[in-house]
């Protein structure tokens, strides 16, 4: 219903910098919670940070202070900046959308799509 596409992902070294961008299309009528998940090797997938339709952000402990979530409402876009990158930190980055979407037979949907991931990987 809705199609995420993320980019900004690469090999960076520790204390690095990577700005993460997902945009999302569709026949949109709102999106409320935006975000970023992580799935490393062996690990279960975490969330890493959210940007409510409300406003509110939400990060997991091990981001915070280093991650910076925002969005463009107008654009139905999420930023992630990344600081002070850690080998832990990498992962593949995935974005979420909660989304109301309407179709064509004029019913409204309500769902949650993810992107296809992007790869973010920190040497020490």
């Known amino acids: 219903q809705v199609q995420l596409v993320e980019s900004g992902g690469g090999l960076v070294s520790t204390g690095s910098s990577l700005r993460l961008s997902c945009a999302a299309s569709?026949?949109?009528?709102?999106?409320?919670?935006m975000g970023w998940h992580r799935q490393a090797p062996g690990k279960q997938r975490e969330l890493v940070a959210v940007?409510?339709?409300?406003?509110?952000?939400k990060y997991a402990d091990s981001v915070k202070g280093r991650f910076t979530i925002s969005r463009d409402n107008a654009k139905n876009t999420v930023l992630l900046e990344m600081n002070g990158l850690r080998p832990e930190d990498t992962a593949v980055y995935l974005c979420?959308?909660?989304?109301?979407?309407?179709?064509?037979?004029?019913?409204?949907?309500?769902?949650?799509?993810w992107g296809q991931g992007t790869q973010v990987t920190v040497s020490s």
């Open positions: 979420t959308a909660d989304y109301v979407v309407l179709q064509d037979d004029g019913n409204y949907v309500v769902g949650r799509s």
């Open positions: 569709g026949k949109i009528v709102r999106i409320d919670d």
């Open positions: 940007s409510t339709g409300g406003g509110n952000t």
